[in-house]
């Protein structure tokens, strides 16, 4: 299986999720701090490949949420610089094994990219984080 470096927001209820799913398809992880890894625009752009700026947001940032910040009028280049000052507002996870990467967990794209055991999913939609009233940096929504 494959060795996956796993960038989460710690205490994250989605990416546990995540990473049990993970974990029980027989992969290892290396996790590290999302907000806390010194990005640049150039390494995030990797992550997003070809991918709608849109697809880039964690939409359950409370900017988002609010209708503050509307992913779809974005820039590519504008949508990098917030993400580097605000790292909340990346999709979680990033992944990458080797020079691969990946930005959210599509279960079908994580499951072609490295394999999933899918019984391990669960009903639940793993790609987004379950906070209703309370964001996942702890802000009222």
Do not use: Y
């Not at 029980?24 to 992550?47: C, I, P, Q």
């Not at 974005?74 to 507002?89: G, K, R, T, Y």
């Not at 999933?116 to 939609?125: F, I, N």
Request: aromatic share 6%.
């Amino acid at each position: 299986m494959a060795k996956i470096i796993f960038w989460e927001k710690p205490g994250c209820k989605g990416n546990s999720k995540q990473k049990e799913i993970l974990l029980a398809s027989g992969h290892e992880l290396d996790v590290r701090d999302l907000l806390t890894d010194n990005w640049t625009k150039d390494e995030l752009a990797k992550f997003f490949g070809a991918r709608p700026v849109a697809e880039w947001f964690n939409i359950t940032n409370p900017k988002i949420k609010s209708g503050e910040l509307d992913p779809q009028q974005i820039s590519a280049d504008d949508a990098l610089n917030m993400m580097v000052a605000e790292p909340l507002l990346i999709v979680r996870p990033l992944m990458q094994v080797g020079n691969e990467r990946l930005a959210g967990f599509e279960v079908e794209q994580v499951h072609n990219w490295v394999g999933l055991k899918l019984e391990s999913v669960g009903e639940r939609d793993p790609k987004n984080c379950p906070c209703v009233t309370i964001a996942c940096d702890g802000t009222e929504i």
